[in-house]
């Protein structure tokens, strides 16, 4: 079975690649971009592999997306090519419309110019799957409710917006056109090779370099926490035996506070690398301006792709943390250039939009005309 995986030299794309590879009946193409958030180094694990190969291409590019995936008899889509950060889509929306809804547009034509072309037997079989996020959902109140498949979309971010314009594409190019679409949403991942701009890594490597540990607003806000390898498991089972049309959610059942998950990690540091002088690395942790339109808290039921597809976590939140944590401690060789010559852990998302080359395009031009201030949801 032929995968075309988007996005794979990213967090999930690569876990994604790494885990479909170590079936040798799979082949695996991941094709990406390498944004500032692509790394390559993410898949030194299977880079020589015999059943793994990359193509460096935009999903944008219909006409080179199409060519990949002629020349390499795809039979599975898993489209995770995206801008993924909250704070940068607050800066700078242009690039999130641009590649999370232009650009799905895009794969969506080459992936139907394809099927259409595929002989019978091989058009049942294809999958377009796209992988989206439980923020399309909105947010919940603090004291209940999950998100399910069916509760009804209310992105609050210019990410969550862009990535919920998307989904609409995918099932609108099945209801429309046919294609044999699946889709995902899922809450926050983590685990190893995590672009250190998101909590959990950024957390961790401000405390081994004795910065301050940012919580936005009280801290107060929850996320519902899935370790990224069983996040991988998981799509593999929506790709090859989801229904067509139908969407799964995958959540960690592991929902927290983000002051919560700090002090976890702070825990789990004094433990293994206990700071100069014994105190606890809990003093780094600095109350910082919350985020504009913070969604109070995610939690999602995964009680459809339990039952329906057999898929459980294998890790807890303690467990995958203590993973997670270790991870980081020992593999500076796939960190360290990152915060030296990409991104040194200053905060984002602040706003106000900043100059960025897609201010340019025409989408960027009118989001900056028509832009209004926006404030935070909740007063914590
Ligand atoms: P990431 O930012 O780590 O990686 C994204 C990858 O996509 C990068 O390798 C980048 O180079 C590539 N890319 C960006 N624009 C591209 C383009 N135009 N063409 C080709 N490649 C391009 O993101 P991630 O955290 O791995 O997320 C993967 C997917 O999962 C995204 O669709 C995201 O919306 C979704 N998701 C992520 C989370 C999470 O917690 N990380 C949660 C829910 C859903
Ligand atoms: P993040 O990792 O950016 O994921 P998302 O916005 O997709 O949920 O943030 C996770 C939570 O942590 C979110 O509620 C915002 C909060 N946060 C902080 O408190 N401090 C930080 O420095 C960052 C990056 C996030």
Not at 26 to 32: A, E, H, I, M
Not at 193 to 213: G, Q, R, S, T
Not at 309 to 335: H, M, Q
Request: glycine share 8%; with cysteine; aromatic share 10%.
């Amino acid at each position: 079975m032929n995968f075309l995986v988007t996005g794979g030299a990213g967090f999930i794309g690569s876990a994604v690649c790494r885990h479909l590879c170590a079936n040798p009946a799979y082949r695996v193409t991941n094709l990406d971009k390498l944004t500032y958030a692509g790394n390559l180094a993410s898949l030194r694990p299977i880079e020589n592999a015999h059943n793994y190969r990359f193509e460096q291409a935009d999903i944008c590019d219909e006409r080179a997306v199409l060519e990949i995936l002629r020349r390499d008899d795809i039979d599975i889509v898993m489209n995770l090519a995206a801008e993924s950060h909250v704070d940068r889509s607050i800066d700078g929306p242009g690039t999130f419309i641009e590649t999370n809804i232009v650009g799905t547009y895009r794969i969506l034509n080459a992936a139907l110019d394809y099927w259409r072309g595929l002989p019978a037997e091989r058009k049942s079989g294809f999958r377009f799957h796209h992988v989206s996020t439980d923020e399309v959902f909105g947010d919940l109140p603090f004291d209940g409710g999950m998100f399910v498949e069916e509760t009804p979309y209310a992105p609050s971010s210019p990410y969550s917006a862009s990535k919920a314009a998307s989904d609409h594409l995918v099932r609108a190019w099945h209801e429309t056109y046919g294609l044999p679409v699946v889709l995902s949403n899922c809450s926050n991942n983590y685990g190893p090779y995590h672009f250190p701009e998101k909590l959990i890594p950024l957390v961790i490597l401000n405390a081994l370099d004795e910065k301050p540990l940012p919580v936005y607003g009280a801290g107060a806000n929850v996320r519902d926490w899935l370790f990224v390898e069983d996040h991988a498991c998981a799509l593999e089972l929506v790709a090859t035996k989801g229904r067509p049309g139908e969407s799964y959610n995958v959540g960690g059942n592991s929902e927290r506070t983000n002051l919560g998950v700090v002090e976890a990690i702070c825990d789990l540091l004094d433990a293994r690398r206990p700071r100069a002088g014994g105190t606890s690395y809990r003093g780094l942790i600095t109350f910082v301006t919350d985020r504009p339109g913070h969604d109070r808290r995610y939690a999602i039921d995964a009680s459809k792709i339990a039952r329906d597809l057999g898929w459980a976590p294998r890790e807890n939140f303690d467990s995958g943390l203590a993973r997670t944590v270790d991870w980081y401690l020992d593999n500076k060789w796939w960190w360290g250039p990152i915060r030296e010559q990409r991104y040194n852990g200053e905060r984002l998302g602040q706003g106000p939009i900043e100059n960025s080359p897609t201010q340019n395009s025409p989408v960027g031009n009118s989001l900056i005309e028509n832009r209004t201030d926006e404030s935070s949801k909740v007063a914590t």
